[in-house]
């Protein structure tokens, strides 16, 4: 079966840096995604990655490492806005075929603090 | 460009009985995916469709049941609502055939009694 792991929650302050962690354990791997979600609102894509290294997109990075089952995702100079839901979700590998299955994490609650 | 849309926003219905749930997805999108969203089971996969087939479907009973339309428009029926059924569904669309971010839609908040 599938397993992904995120922390529940985190706490972080305003303008620093926090770093939310991913691993997943699946016998195959077809593509890793983190979501970011606000309370009563729907998700909204964040970023992708399937070959292993660091994507970068303004002050949010994702980082993938394939052999390690590991993600994480980095977000700089933090804003009050940034409190939300972080989702990781990885396309499941089992389906033949094509597929946008997503399988999500529970995902981890940031607040970040004035 | 309109974004995925969902209808209707919130339902209250009663056990046993049963809802269909709409999604429209950006235009020119030909895959449509289904979650349940719980506070306790965060996102779960229903269905996925491309080309009015269903390509894929996760694991939940017979009870929960979709279809695509020509137009790529989407709905979900669920029959015999059980209370369990409480959650957040969440459609998302997709630009391609597979590899691609999925944009979500608002959400269909639904309430059984």
């Known amino acids: 079966g599938q397993n992904i792991d995120q922390p529940t929650e985190m706490t972080a302050t305003e303008g620093a840096i926090v770093q939310i962690n991913c691993t997943y354990q699946t016998s195959g791997f077809n593509g890793l995604f983190w979501y970011q979600q606000h309370a009563g609102e729907a998700p909204t894509f964040l970023s992708y990655?399937?070959?292993?290294g660091l994507e970068e997109k303004g002050r949010f990075s994702s980082f993938l490492s394939r052999s390690k089952g590991y993600s994480y995702l980095l977000l700089k100079e933090l804003q009050m806005k940034d409190s939300a839901s972080y989702l990781c979700a990885v396309r499941d590998p089992y389906q033949r075929g094509a597929t946008n299955k997503l399988i999500f994490g529970t995902g981890t609650l940031l607040a970040v603090q004035p | 460009k309109a974004g995925v849309t969902q209808t209707p926003r919130y339902l209250i219905k009663t056990r046993g009985q049963q809802v269909t749930l709409s999604c429209s997805p950006i235009?020119?999108?030909?895959?449509v995916s289904w979650y349940q969203q719980t506070p306790g089971q965060g996102l779960q996969f229903l269905f996925e469709?491309?080309?009015?087939?269903?390509?894929n479907k996760g694991n939940f009973p017979g009870r929960f049941s979709g279809r695509q339309f020509s137009n790529s428009r989407s709905e979900m029926n669920v029959s015999t609502l059980e209370l369990g059924d409480s959650a957040l569904y969440l459609c998302?669309?997709?630009?391609?055939?597979?590899?691609?971010?999925?944009?979500f839609g608002p959400g269909t908040r639904l309430t059984v009694t």
């Open positions: 998302a669309s997709s630009n391609l055939n597979a590899g691609s971010e999925q944009y």
């Open positions: 990655n399937v070959l292993d």
């Open positions: 469709y491309f080309s009015e087939t269903q390509r």
């Open positions: 235009s020119g999108h030909r895959s």
